[in-house]
């Protein structure tokens, strides 16, 4: 089983919808959580930590659920900029390194 | 925000090169920086864990004598590809973290990446 686990897409949308992005985990050991962005040939860029009593920034909404080990992304009124790969990432306590998802593709259409 | 310098930002080399691909933190002092690559529609993958002033710490499946990193100052972090085959042709990416900020904060930052195309 994979340490995080996403939902790979594509996900392709039309402009002002409203796009969910799920994430699951494995070990019961992570302690911060994080969605990244990644444009195409580009690297990673943080979009938004997430707080386990969630936590909203703009259009994007993150949650956490640390009994089911579930992180979820909520982008309203979407944007054609907001076509990107958004990465799901989780760090583990007393770790240092990053463990990222496969990333979920995601086309606005206008 | 904390700024991480990589170059070059795209290689092409001859197959039985050796490629190095530098990493600067511009801003911060980073004593731990993290080498990752990345196919094409796939997710980044850790190849390595750079500590300063002592070895590396690779993942399963990395061969480090392949991938050669060095981390001789707080803020340059360098990895070389010897011996380079077409295989070896990927997106590598570079990471630092700016341990001024929290964990929950993130504080990781990437450099652009290099891409790599071995001929």
């Known amino acids: 089983r994979k340490e995080v686990e996403q939902d790979p897409g594509p996900f392709n949308v039309p402009e002002g919808a409203t796009v969910a992005f799920n994430c699951t985990y494995s070990?019961?050991?992570?302690?911060?959580f994080f969605w990244y962005r990644q444009d195409c040939r580009k690297e990673p860029k943080l979009l938004m930590s997430?707080?386990?009593s969630g936590n909203e920034d703009g259009r994007f909404t993150a949650q956490l659920n640390r009994a089911s080990q579930y992180i979820s992304l909520l982008i309203r009124d979407s944007k054609l900029s907001d076509s990107a790969t958004y990465l799901c990432v989780v760090n583990m306590r007393g770790a240092q390194k990053l463990v990222f998802g496969q990333g979920t593709r995601l086309t606005i259409n206008p | 925000g904390a700024v991480v310098s990589q170059h070059p930002s795209r290689v092409i080399c001859k197959s039985g090169t050796s490629v190095k691909i530098e990493c600067r933190s511009l801003?911060?002092?980073?004593?731990?920086m993290f080498w990752y690559r990345q196919f094409p529609k796939k997710s980044l993958m850790l190849m390595a864990t750079?500590?300063?002033?002592?070895?590396?710490?690779?993942e399963q499946g990395v061969e480090k004598d392949k991938f050669l990193i060095n981390h001789a100052s707080l803020t340059l972090s360098t990895l070389t590809v010897t011996s380079a085959h077409p295989e070896d042709s990927s997106f590598y990416i570079c990471?630092?973290?700016?341990?001024?900020?929290?964990?929950?904060?993130?504080?990781?930052?990437f450099g652009s990446g290099t891409r790599l195309t071995v001929v």
């Open positions: 801003d911060f002092q980073a004593t731990t």
């Open positions: 990471s630092a973290r700016d341990t001024s900020l929290a964990q929950g904060q993130g504080g990781y930052t």
């Open positions: 750079s500590n300063e002033g002592s070895k590396a710490t690779y």
């Open positions: 997430v707080y386990s």
């Open positions: 070990n019961s050991a992570s302690q911060s």
